[in-house]
């Protein structure tokens, strides 16, 4: 009666305690994810902090500029495999996921970062990519991002954020095959002059998108963000 008594207390302590804590704290790796974490000799301390705030599928790290359809499922033409994972966020969610989770990633040797921005349309979440360095350099290297269409290769890319990043010390939120983006840790002393700058480097995001240098200005003043974007 005494043994039957303990059980049933630490039965309903254990039912609590599930109770009170987010649900994706306690769902885990399946057998598949496993064998991804195994397979890259990735960390697999990273999955309770991932798990602290996320709950969707891990797949080994791919992405690809080109996109089709087939069977009515999208699908990555060519897609680049690195020693990584990568995981759905919904936008709303995904820098904050990023800038929560970065610091303890960078302790234990990885970068995590938004690796696909969809915007939300169509409900669709954005990817969320994780890598075995804490080098924003070699995040940028790795997954190749340049800026083709303006002559701006790999290698001159990364001379190009070097000089950005001793002025501005930057680190690195998001990045893909034709844009990066960084937090501005070190504010310029005229944001219009950065402004230039970066449009310089990026006509793009003024062309396409701001409008105008200075509402390029006005907006990073506000943000602290650096955004380069090729079309």
């Known amino acids: 009666?005494?043994?039957y008594c303990?059980?049933?207390?630490?039965?309903?302590?254990?039912?609590?305690?599930?109770?009170?804590?987010?649900?994706?704290?306690?769902?885990?790796?399946?057998?598949?994810?496993?064998?991804i974490f195994d397979s890259l000799k990735i960390d697999s301390t990273l999955i309770p902090e991932i798990r602290k705030y996320n709950d969707s599928e891990i797949e080994?790290?791919?992405?690809?500029?080109?996109?089709?359809?087939?069977?009515?499922?999208?699908?990555?033409?060519?897609?680049?495999?690195?020693?990584?994972?990568?995981?759905?966020?919904?936008y709303k969610r995904s820098d904050?996921?990023?800038?929560?989770?970065?610091?303890?990633?960078?302790?234990?040797?990885?970068?995590?970062?938004?690796?696909?921005?969809?915007?939300?349309?169509?409900?669709?979440?954005?990817n969320i990519g994780v890598l075995k360095t804490t080098d924003k350099y070699e995040v940028l290297r790795q997954i190749q991002t340049d800026g083709v269409n303006h002559n701006i290769t790999n290698d001159s890319l990364l001379k190009i954020i070097k000089q950005f990043d001793n002025k501005y010390s930057l680190d690195l939120v998001g990045a893909s095959g034709d844009w990066c983006e960084f937090v501005i840790n070190k504010e310029p002393a005229n944001w219009m002059i950065f402004a230039k700058e970066v449009y310089k480097v990026c006509p793009d995001v003024v062309d396409q998108g701001m409008g105008t240098v200075q509402a390029l200005a006005d907006e990073m003043k506000k943000t602290k963000r650096l955004y380069f974007w090729w079309d």
């Open 1 to 3: 009666m005494r043994l």
């Open 6 to 35: 303990i059980l049933l207390a630490f039965n309903l302590t254990l039912a609590i305690g599930c109770k009170s804590k987010p649900k994706a704290q306690w769902q885990l790796l399946t057998v598949r994810e496993h064998q």
């Open 60 to 90: 080994a790290f791919h992405y690809s500029l080109s996109k089709s359809f087939k069977n009515g499922k999208e699908i990555d033409d060519d897609p680049i495999y690195l020693r990584g994972i990568v995981f759905k966020e919904k």
């Open 96 to 126: 904050e996921l990023v800038l929560r989770l970065s610091t303890d990633f960078k302790k234990k040797g990885y970068s995590i970062f938004v690796l696909e921005r969809n915007f939300n349309i169509n409900n669709q979440p954005d």
